[in-house]
């Protein structure tokens, strides 16, 4: 599946400056791919391709985009955001926007990076036939976003579109969920919430971005896929990893049950209402945190991917890199 490079494809790559656009973009320079990077900040990577543009208005995207595909990995994502609305301006407004400019421009190729949080929190390991159930904005504005991508490419039968919809995705430099429990494990301030069976599936970053750049070459019209780095780890196997890479000992092996868990959420929650103050554990947090996120495509396109790195040498490198190496 794994297609040879085409050089005469331009990809504008929009939010190209952040994490997943950086792997991305290196990727595509090491190929040889003409890109562009479209983005609120300059790129510290690419910072001569980097033109500065803000999703949210048509005729920023109509000024900058001048791609053959498109790749948008613009959104807004955080779960502490404040104001709702910014969910809704940057990841449906800007689709919009992206999919106008491309009518108009006469672009057929959209990649969406959506999210596994359509899916809501889920129980069970799911796939793409699994139901839509966002539980909170950007789930709902991720889906949302969709729907105006999908009116895009059944708008013209030439369009194609591809929508991944990764889970939380890790690796050198970021500062996600994935680099925080690490880095507790590392500094020995992690305590357990709940028993540590749960699983999750992770999805390494260079993975990912190769996966992007695979899409650029896919003939079919219309693609939903998951994308998630399997086996999954629960909390426990993957704490585990850490403290043995690490060589370390976990100093206490207290656990905290779940429902005092949810407890000490709720209570930070008030805190944070009261003092208008960030704080790094909330209701939603604690809640994410012991569920279970099992997610997996079905699909013969990704299933025929041949990831870079294992899900697991994908945690040795961020472990080195963050930790050891640094």
Not at 127 to 147: C, M
């Amino acid at each position: 599946m794994n297609k040879t490079n085409d050089n005469r494809t331009k990809v504008s790559v929009i939010g190209g400056a952040g994490f997943i656009g950086t792997s991305l973009c290196k990727l595509l320079f090491k190929s040889n791919i003409p890109f562009e990077i479209i983005d609120l900040n300059t790129s510290h990577e690419f910072p001569a391709l980097t033109k500065i543009g803000d999703v949210r208005s048509y005729d920023s995207m109509q000024k900058l985009i001048t791609g053959d595909v498109v790749v948008n990995l613009a959104a807004v994502h955080r779960d502490d955001v404040e104001d709702i609305n910014e969910y809704y301006s940057t990841n449906v407004d800007g689709a919009k926007n992206i999919s106008l400019v491309c009518s108009k421009r006469n672009i057929k190729r959209i990649i969406f990076t959506s999210s596994v949080a359509i899916y809501g929190i889920v129980n069970k390991p799911t796939n793409e036939s699994g139901l839509v159930n966002p539980f909170n904005d950007y789930g709902k504005s991720k889906y949302s976003a969709e729907k105006e991508f999908i009116c895009w490419a059944d708008s013209n039968d030439k369009n194609k579109l591809v929508i991944i919809r990764p889970t939380v995705v890790f690796g050198e430099g970021n500062r996600g969920n994935v680099y925080n429990l690490l880095n507790q494990i590392a500094r020995n301030k992690f305590i357990m919430i709940g028993s540590g069976r749960n699983k999750k599936s992770l999805a390494y970053v260079e993975n990912l971005s190769s996966f992007i750049q695979n899409c650029i070459y896919t003939n079919e019209n219309k693609l939903i896929i998951n994308y998630a780095d399997s086996p999954d780890l629960n909390m426990n196997e993957l704490i585990s990893f850490t403290l043995n890479k690490l060589n370390l000992n976990l100093i206490t092996k207290i656990k905290i049950p779940y429902p005092l868990g949810l407890m000490i959420g709720m209570f930070a929650d008030i805190l944070r209402i009261l003092f208008r103050k960030k704080l790094p554990i909330s209701y939603i947090r604690i809640k994410k945190f012991c569920g279970t996120t099992s997610f997996f495509s079905s699909h013969p396109f990704r299933i025929n991917f041949k990831v870079p790195y294992s899900l697991t040498n994908g945690l040795a490198k961020t472990i080195e890199h963050e930790f050891i190496d640094k």
